[in-house]
């Protein structure tokens, strides 16, 4: 059976080709599909993305532990974004505490922020190698 897709380049090899093919990829609509035919050969083409779905009919098919998955995630942003704008406002006094300058302080918040994505992937990571499941 003959797909009406155009036609793409195969996927990369390496590290460099595929984070080259990748960033190219990133401007163009339709998204690369590697498709296995019934004799399991591979071959690579542009595929339209699916539309968009409502997000009324999205949000009507959450069950009630979905929705507390939910507001808990929403809950703990909205703690972490209070903690940091709570830090940030108080540079001056936190400076005049600990005996030390506004740069210093202001460059704490920076790495902790900075840093904050490594160890969330690297607990991650860890978490889908070695944590249980559900």
Known sequence: MASTNRPADPLAKGTFASAKQGIKDLFVWDQRVVVVNDYGEEHCEWQRPEPLKNPFSL?????????????VGFLAWTADAFDFHALSIQTTKLAKYYHTSNTAITTAITLTLLLRSVGAAAFGLCGDKFGRKW
């Not at 949000?59 to 507001?71: E, G, M, N, P």
């Open 59 to 71: 949000f009507a098919q959450l069950r009630l532990k979905d929705w507390l998955y939910f507001i």
